[in-house]
């Protein structure tokens, strides 16, 4: 199971690109905030959802049946607000989502992360600057859906028919993958190939450090032991 914090595009559609590039990647083994996501809020009984971000974040839900909400100037009726990558971000926005927060709705993010690499560099992650205005403005608790988060790793084991505790969980981001495995009581493996460097787990509290730390995932492949 692939899970990136991205929503830049649709689960499909990054299996498409894992494929183009070698991946024997199938659409169900590829997730984004969006997949949890579904599963949290029709467990949670929402229906109708204020997207803030594009059409990988709403996509995924209209395609589960929820009913999506575009932002726009007044006061749209929605049972929650889910916030991702959103650069065409307005105060015409903003003002909706405060509006259906008052009214009652739940907020949700995509990532609380500061920022996310591009090929240019980093970028500023959209997703906790947004539902933090929010925040600021109404008050409400904002509930993370992608990673780190307990319900991405649940919604990934789901998928996969196994319990939290039963994952591997492979990451390069000391702030990410390593903390949701603990929660989950799952395997943590941390790799030095990507944002985190030799050395950038060594701040995690002892108790939250990586199980396994590795320089690349190709180093897995040399340490697992399969049957004949």
């Known amino acids: 199971m692939v899970f990136t914090n991205g929503t830049t595009k649709t689960p499909r559609e990054l299996a498409q690109a894992l494929r183009g590039i070698g991946f024997d990647a199938p659409d169900h083994a590829v997730m984004t905030p969006a997949s949890s996501a579904v599963t949290v809020l029709t467990r949670r009984g929402h229906h109708r959802v204020l997207v803030l971000g594009r059409e990988g974040l709403a996509a995924p839900l209209r395609d589960a049946g929820l009913d999506v909400v575009q932002p726009s100037a007044g006061k749209p009726r929605a049972d929650a607000v889910l916030v991702g990558w959103y650069p065409d ?51 409400c608790r904002v509930r993370v859906v992608g990673k780190p988060s307990l319900a991405a790793l649940r919604s990934a084991a789901g998928r996969l028919g196994v319990r939290p505790a039963e994952l591997a969980v492979v990451g390069d981001d000391p702030e990410l993958e390593v903390p949701m495995a603990h929660r989950g009581h799952a395997l943590a493996i941390a790799v030095t190939s990507g944002l985190g460097s030799a050395g950038a787990f060594d701040d995690l509290a002892p108790e939250r450090r990586p199980h396994l730390r590795l320089r690349g995932v190709d180093e897995l492949l040399s340490i697992c032991q399969y049957p004949d």
């Open 89 to 139: 971000f307005t105060m015409a926005a903003l003002e909706a989502a405060c509006h259906a927060v008052w009214d009652g709705a739940a907020v949700y993010s995509s990532s609380q992360s500061m920022f996310y690499a591009t090929a240019q560099g980093r970028a500023l992650g959209t997703s906790r600057a947004i539902s933090a205005m929010i925040r600021s403005l109404t008050g």
